[in-house]
């Protein structure tokens, strides 16, 4: 997904490591200044509540950039 969204030109992404509000360890991708939080819920494409999870570290995105490019 985050490489989709690199081709598309979009550039304001986080890709994080979070817990949700059972804590358990999850994986989002955040889009827009985390106005969108995308693929998470089952069943739906996007989510924008961002109050469910606690964000405990951010990935570099900075070696997905160097492949796709």
């Given at each position: 997904?985050?490489?989709?969204?690199?081709?598309?030109?979009?550039?304001?992404i986080?890709?994080?490591?979070?817990?949700d509000?059972?804590?358990e360890?999850?994986v989002?991708?955040?889009?827009d200044?985390?106005?969108y939080i995308?693929n998470y819920?089952?069943?739906?494409?996007?989510?924008?509540?961002l109050?469910?999870?606690?964000?405990?570290?951010?990935?570099?995105?900075?070696?997905?950039?160097?492949?796709?490019?």
């Amino acid at each position: 997904m985050v490489y989709t969204l690199l081709m598309l030109g979009i550039q304001d992404i986080d890709f994080v490591d979070a817990k949700d509000d059972n804590r358990e360890d999850v994986v989002l991708v955040l889009v827009d200044n985390a106005k969108y939080i995308l693929n998470y819920y089952p069943n739906s494409v996007l989510s924008n509540t961002l109050k469910d999870f606690k964000i405990n570290a951010k990935f570099d995105l900075g070696q997905i950039v160097k492949h796709i490019k």
